[in-house]
């Protein structure tokens, strides 16, 4: 906090701070467009807002309490709105947006110790109290607890002290004052509801006023108006009076007018509208504005010339603990100056823009408002931009209005502030005010805080605190203060610009602002040249003082570039800091951004030269040339820069000096085809460097020809011409100047461009030829120059071919042009056709023609005679050369050859073929011709691509199949051909196929072609098509021995048995091969000793892994045998009598039993394990089909079991055991759950119909009498699931179960009817929906046997099942009625770790329950069928 301010202090404020001072605000920061007809207040009015707060305009000339209170609340209690913490409300008010601009301190605070020591003082000498109210004008009055008023002038001394003790205890503490325009009238409120008015000039007591209000009220507000005889005042019931004060024969009368009564909603604050001297004439000051802030709403009511409500405004949702706050200002909007009232209730602040428009209607329009993050106690303007608010937590916001940016925070803390609570509690006359006008009165301070001049006062306990705009000057040397130079500048940059916030001191135009500021922002920028030098650290490592610059460097070269200083910059500031090496250095390289930017465009020569060698000293080569194609260079050592970039290889620098510094164009190519000629012309390879320069020298040269400057900007005007003459005479030259004395080939510099890079050049050429149009003597050299690419490249073997094709494509392209004015002699072009296609040189066969067909498809076939054209093509296989003449001639049947010749693009055949047979624009002849010449080649498409020429064949030679597959020689290439067209997975489109429909024979062909050349495939093939005999396949299939499909054909005929003894015999065979390999014993491996060598160990296992193999061989075939066999019987099984199914099954479980017997020893154990496994496979899928015993039976009886031993079978039988165990288990458990969950079903049914029920109330809801007051007769009362209760006879009077449904169908009258009303049909039908579809419904009978006896007993219970809970219990049953098994599984599975015994788990451990079993799996099939 600053010092105290001398005595003059407030004077001095007060002349630089005018009161009205109005600042020239623009339209923007109001939102308020420029309109042709001003809306009308109604209009306004009836806008829909953004929050639900609209305007209510009341126009009334005499003001009554019903009018201004229709929006207001009842206010006498809190019962019904939110406790006074503030914690509960919902914010959903968006923060203030802070920015990263710098502010600075905003805010000078001050202490006024004068008067703050006469305070204490005053307190301690003559017992005046403690201040409780404070009023500044050009004096400051300070009131106490005892009835004082101190009076001190401008210089903190005390003029006046009004009142005594003695009234004090008599009138209690000074709880409001006011000072009117024009300093000569004091008006004092006390605690006790009394007012007096002192004249200022003597301190004589004019007016004691007793009776302006009712007794036994504080006086919160009084207030003087502008109009001098007017003042109103707020008492603590709410209410607000006009005080008219009159002079009458002498005596001083005061006449007091009720404009609110605080009966239906308590003002807490009230503010009228005050003009300065200035503003006198304003025609909105006429009217004696008078704000008033109720507990709901702002009111804004015109006193003169007759009382009249003007507009009224509610707060909408607010915390009842918030403090009203009103405050005006006159603003300047759309250069008219009218004002604006500022209100909040909470932490929202709304302003009110009132004014009076050339018709003389007055308009109330509402402005953006602006949204705070605290709690608003305290609101005033400091001027008409910037607001000074103090929350509850006492810290004070300087908030600037148009951009909504809070600028500083203060604390207020120490301040001690001084609050009103105990006047608004009305302590002095007894506390007889509404609870929410003293839960506001809480944080109400309105006596503390006054504004006047641009500055506000605040009141503590023992100090008195004053508040003002610091100026902009004092801001910036605040921040110098603290070492805050970076802010500090920023903070004045902003001044400079005009983008700062709260400006104080800046007058004038815009320019003589900027002047003075930028004079402060040099001085400044100098101050802190010298404490970086002074600040840096003198020891330590070198990267800590680089850092140091690093930090202050660049922003001193920011500003000085902001403020256009340069001078500033390149002299005074770089001379000090030459002082430093270090800081030297770190200048010159944050430099560099600015000149590559550009903001920097000529530096002094001294800092040139430092800039260059300080760059090419620290090997920052790069940087040199990018900060020098970017620099005026007039000033240099031009024969140094150049030879400096020549040796560093800085072309595009030393390109821009030459071209800049000496307007030479010609010696940076001179000097670069000095470097790449010798090894163009020697034919070496060209390194990296040299390409980088030869491309360079391409670009550089192509600028020159455009006008453009190198490598960036436009060459002068008048020099255009001028170079494009010089660079195009250079490349003409005939030798160079150091080859007239050599032996040198003519025209050096475009045979070099040629070898270098000719498609490139010939582009810039091209490029160059466009600009050309109307310029005579550059016609001449266009001309000139292509007859000397002609000369160098048709004369010369050593151009490749490619590039000769390059030069005459540029040549066919200019020629080509409708206004081409070059000529050729067209024999050239006749050289460069038999050059391209002379057969001798085969190695660039590719790349020749390409070369001529880019030559002919930019027009240079017409420079060629198409016959000898075309000869040279066929004779050179320069196929798409042919392909584009026969094009041309539309021989579109050559072109397949042309396709079929080149080994290329062979593939390409087919999609030409079909674009020619299926899109318009070609004849019928010519889709002929084509048609016919694939119909010849058939043979070569099949073998190209069988699938695409199958998929060709489908769609557009569907009636030539048959003497397709004739012509096609080749047994493999019919069946690769047959096999895309007639298999829909590999063959052709589906669309296609829909409409192929060939005859049984081809289909045969190829199933007779899929035996032969793809066996596997077969099956398939015959699954997915409909279209062969099945006898003649039938006969091929067997022909072939394949036995699968022979099965599937049999099957499919209907011949069962023939298809099982199809695949039977195929099964035994692999059987008694397994049998075979199961008996030889396994090759035993010698013992040797352990080898080390890793790679005998590797190839030990890959022999053992390949023994495996082999062995497992057999046993698959055999699974994939028994699979189909299985399947087949499995199939036709549900089809057939149980004799006819025995007839499958048996057979095949004896050819899986027999091979068991001759499997024995040791070495074929694992032979007959897989064995037994399959056999169970084969007992588990019959068990489904024929039952148990008969397959036991059919073991016992037959012969090779008859005679062995029973142990030889006994793993069968017990396998078909354990199987019948697992499903007689599974069906218990099934059985045990379904009876669970049916016994927790009903138990809990019957709980619920059971469950006693506690009535909700003592009387029945439809006569609604109190059923124990019923004494005449005995009574039944109805109690529902819901807790509603009736009388019986009531129910029945309402028949609310419709007609005969009795007691059952009733349903709770008071559920149905709030559920939406239904009818007596749908309430006995749907009160399953609501809380009527009780499960349970009591019926009490209450006998009354006197006063003394209880309410009602309870004699009888009947509980039935209704309607609706039989359908639920139905609905229950079905559930456990499916087939689903999935919730019993895993009950089962849980089943394993239980304990108990039980079904699952009986309690005998010895008999070998399957469960034992830790590889049990669960396996389900369906239950066997049971022939009757």
Not at 419 to 434: E, I, M, P
Request: charged content about 25%; some cysteine.
């Amino acid at each position: 906090m600053s010092e105290s301010p001398d005595a003059r202090s407030l004077v001095s404020a007060s002349s630089q701070l005018n009161l009205m001072e109005i600042d020239a605000i623009d339209d923007k920061e109001f939102d308020i467009p420029q309109v042709d007809t001003p809306p009308t207040l109604e209009s306004i009015l009836n806008e829909p807002e953004d929050e639900d707060e609209p305007f209510i305009l009341e126009d009334t000339c005499l003001l009554n309490t019903e009018n201004i209170d229709t929006h207001s609340c009842e206010t006498s209690s809190l019962a019904s709105s939110d406790s006074g913490d503030r914690t509960h409300l919902k914010r959903r008010k968006k923060t203030i947006e802070m920015n990263t601009t710098v502010h600075g301190s905003v805010i000078r605070h001050s202490i006024l110790k004068g008067i703050s020591a006469q305070m204490v003082s005053a307190a301690d000498k003559v017992d005046a109290g403690l201040p409780t109210a404070i009023t500044v004008s050009s004096v400051i009055a300070v009131g106490t607890s005892h009835g004082l008023a101190l009076v001190f002038d401008q210089n903190q001394a005390l003029r006046l002290c009004l009142g005594t003790t003695a009234t004090g205890a008599e009138y209690g503490a000074v709880s409001a004052l006011s000072i009117n325009h024009d300093c000569t009238r004091l008006l004092c409120g006390f605690a006790k509801g009394q007012i007096t008015m002192w004249d200022l000039a003597n301190g004589k007591l004019l007016r004691t006023i007793t009776d302006a209000h009712p007794p036994g009220t504080a006086i919160l507000h009084v207030k003087f108006t502008d109009h001098p005889a007017l003042a109103v005042c707020n008492d603590s019931g709410g209410s607000v009076f006009e005080l008219s004060f009159r002079r009458v024969m002498g005596m001083r009368t005061c006449d007091s007018r009720c404009l609110f009564s605080g009966s239906k909603g308590e003002v807490c604050c009230v503010e009228p509208l005050h003009a300065g001297p200035e503003l006198k004439d304003h025609p909105i000051t006429q009217y004696s504005l008078l704000a008033m802030a109720s507990l709901t709403k702002i009111l804004v009511i015109g006193l003169k010339p007759s009382l009249k409500v003007w507009m009224t405004f509610p707060y909408g949702k607010t915390d009842p603990a918030s403090v009203p706050q009103l405050a005006w200002q006159f603003v300047s909007v759309q250069k008219a100056v009218n004002p604006v009232l500022a209100f909040c209730r909470g932490d929202t602040i709304h302003f009110l823009l009132v004014k009076k428009d050339e018709s003389g209607t007055i308009h109330v329009i509402k402005q953006r408002q602006l949204h705070l993050n605290c709690d608003v106690i305290s609101l005033s303007w400091i001027n008409s931009r910037t607001l000074v608010v103090v929350d509850s937590v006492e810290k004070l916001h300087v908030v600037d209005r148009p951009s909504q940016e809070e600028l500083e925070t203060v604390d207020l803390a120490e301040v001690q502030l001084v609050y009103n609570s105990s006047h608004f509690k009305s302590l002095a006359t007894g506390g007889n005010v509404s609870q929410a006008l003293a839960l506001v009165g809480e944080k109400a301070c309105y006596q503390s805080v006054c504004s006047y001049g641009g500055q506000v006062v605040y009141l503590g306990t023992k100090s008195v605190h004053i508040m003002t705009l610091r100026n902009w000057r004092e801001r910036v040397d605040h921040l110098l203060k603290q070492d805050k130079f970076v802010e500090a500048l920023g903070l004045a940059w902003s001044f400079h610009e005009g983008t700062a916030k709260a400006v104080l001191g800046l007058f004038g135009e815009p320019a003589k602002r900027k002047g003075v500021v930028a004079d402060k922002m040099v001085e400044i920028l100098f101050q802190y040249a010298e404490r970086s030098l002074k600040k840096c650290p003198e020891q330590g490592k070198i990267q800590v003082m680089e850092q140091h610059f690093q930090d202050m460097v660049p922003v001193m070269v920011d500003y000085c570039l902001l403020l256009q200083r340069t001078d500033l910059l390149f002299n005074q500031i770089y001379s000090r800091l030459v002082e430093n090496s270090v800081a030297k250095g770190v200048f010159l390289e944050s430099l560099e951004p600015y000149i590559l930017s550009e903001r920097i465009g000529c530096l002094t020569a001294p800092v040139m030269r430092d800039l260059l060698a300080y760059f090419q000293d620290n090997g920052m080569m790069e940087s040199v040339e990018g900060c020098l194609v970017h620099m005026d260079i007039t000033n240099l050592d031009i024969q140094q820069v150049v030879q400096m970039c020549w040796d560093n290889q800085l072309y595009d620098a030393m390109i821009y000096v030459f071209n800049s510094g000496m307007n030479d164009y010609i010696t940076p190519m001179e000097k670069l085809f000095q470097v790449i000629g010798p090894p163009l012309r020697e034919g070496k390879p060209v390194s990296d460097v040299e390409v980088v320069m030869g491309n360079k020298l391409l670009v550089y040269i192509s600028c020159c020809l455009a006008g453009r400057a190198y490598p960036l900007g436009d060459i002068p005007e008048d020099l255009v011409p001028l170079v494009k003459n010089q660079v195009f005479e250079f490349l003409i030259r005939l030798h160079t100047a150091e080859g007239c004395q050599e032996e040198e080939e003519v025209y050096p510099f475009i045979r070099t461009l040629l070898h270098f890079d000719t498609r490139e050049f010939l582009n810039v050429l091209a490029l160059t030829f466009e600009d050309f149009k109307n310029d005579k003597q550059a016609l001449e050299y266009q001309q000139r120059i292509v007859d000397i690419l002609l000369k160098v490249m048709v004369e010369n073997s050593d151009f490749t071919p490619s590039q000769v094709g390059c030069l005459f494509t540029f040549l066919a392209r200019q020629l080509a042009k409708p206004d081409n004015t070059l000529f050729v002699n067209r024999k050239l072009f006749d050289q460069v056709l038999e050059f391209l296609c002379s057969p001798d040189d085969d190695s660039r066969h590719t790349e020749r023609q390409q070369v001529l067909l880019e030559l002919l498809q930019v027009g240079g076939v017409v420079q060629f005679d198409e016959g000898r054209l075309l000869y040279l093509a066929e004779k050179a296989e320069f196929y798409q050369i042919c392909e584009f003449m026969y094009e041309k001639k539309q021989l579109y049947d050559r072109i397949i050859d042309c396709y079929l010749k080149d080994p290329l693009r062979k593939e390409e055949i087919f999609n030409y073929i079909h674009n020619i047979l299926s899109m318009p624009g070609y004849s019928s002849e010519e889709k002929r011709s084509v048609w016919d010449k694939t119909l010849q080649h058939i043979q070569e498409l099949v073998s190209i691509d069988p699938s695409k020429s199958a998929e060709m064949v489908s769609v557009h030679f569907a009636d030539e199949i048959q003497p397709i597959i004739t012509t096609l020689q080749d047994d493999y290439l019919v069946f690769q051909f047959l096999k895309n067209l007639l298999d829909p997975k590999e063959g052709a489109l589906p669309q296609s196929q829909a409409v192929l429909r060939l005859g049984p024979d081809v289909h045969e062909q190829l199933v007779g072609l899929l035996c032969r050349f793809s066996p596997q495939e077969l099956t398939a093939f015959l699954k997915t098509s409909q279209d062969y005999r099945l006898e003649e396949t039938v006969q091929i299939t067997e022909q072939h021995q394949l036995h699968e499909a022979t099965a599937f054909l049999l099957e499919k005929k209907g011949d069962i048995q023939g298809a099982f003894q199809v695949l039977l015999k195929t099964l035994e065979t692999k059987l008694s091969s397994l049998a075979q390999e199961g008996a030889k014993a396994p090759p035993s491996v010698p013992e040797s000793g352990e080898v080390e060598e890793k790679e005998v160990e590797e190839k030990e296992v890959e022999e053992e892994e390949v023994e495996e193999e082999e062995e497992d061989a057999p046993l698959q075939r055999v699974q994939e045998a028994l699979r189909d066999i299985i399947a087949l019987c499995v199939r036709t099984s549900h089809g057939l009598n149980q004799q006819q199914r025995e007839a499958l099954w048996f057979p095949l479980l004896e050819a899986m039993m027999s091979p068991q017997k001759l499997l024995k020893g040791p070495d074929a154990k694992h032979t007959s394990e897989a064995l037994k496994e399959l056999t169970m496979q084969v007992l588990n899928n019959m068990s489904t089909f024929i039952a148990l015993p008969a397959i036991i039976q059919r073991i016992l009886q037959d012969p090779v079991y008859g005679k062995g031993k029973l142990a030889e079978i006994q793993g069968l039988i017990l396998g078909m055991l354990d199987t019948f165990t697992y499903e007689q288990t599974l069906l218990e458990t099934t059985t045990s759950l379904l009876n669970s969950d049916l016994h927790w079903s009903l138990s809990q049914l019957r709980v619920a119909v059971s469950r006693g029920l506690h009535p909700r109330q003592d009387h029945c809801n439809l006569c609604l009498q109190q059923y124990k007051r019923r004494h005449e007769s005995q009574e039944e009362i109805i109690i529902f699931s819901c807790g509603h209760l009736y009388h019986c006879q009531c129910l029945q009077r309402k028949e609310r179960g419709g007609p005969g449904a009795g007691p059952a169908g009733w349903s709770c009258y008071k559920c149905t009817s709030s559920q939406g009303g239904r009818s007596s049909e749908r309430g006995a039908t749907e009160t399953g929906r609501g809380r009527a579809a009780s499960l349970a419904q009591n019926r009490v009978t209450s006998a009354h046997r006197g006063v003394g006896e209880g309410p009602g007993k309870k004699l009888t219970c009947e509980a039935t099942l209704d309607a609706q809970q039989s359908q639920a219990w139905d609905q229950l049953r079905c559930i456990y009625r499916g087939p689903s098994r999935l919730a019993i599984l895993s009950d089962l599975a849980a089943s394993h770790t239980n304990e108990k015994a039980s079904l699952l788990n009986p309690a005998h451990p010895g008999t070998g329950s399957i469960f034992h079993s830790e590889n049990f799996q669960l396996k389900l099939s369906p239950p066997p069928l049971v022939e009757e």
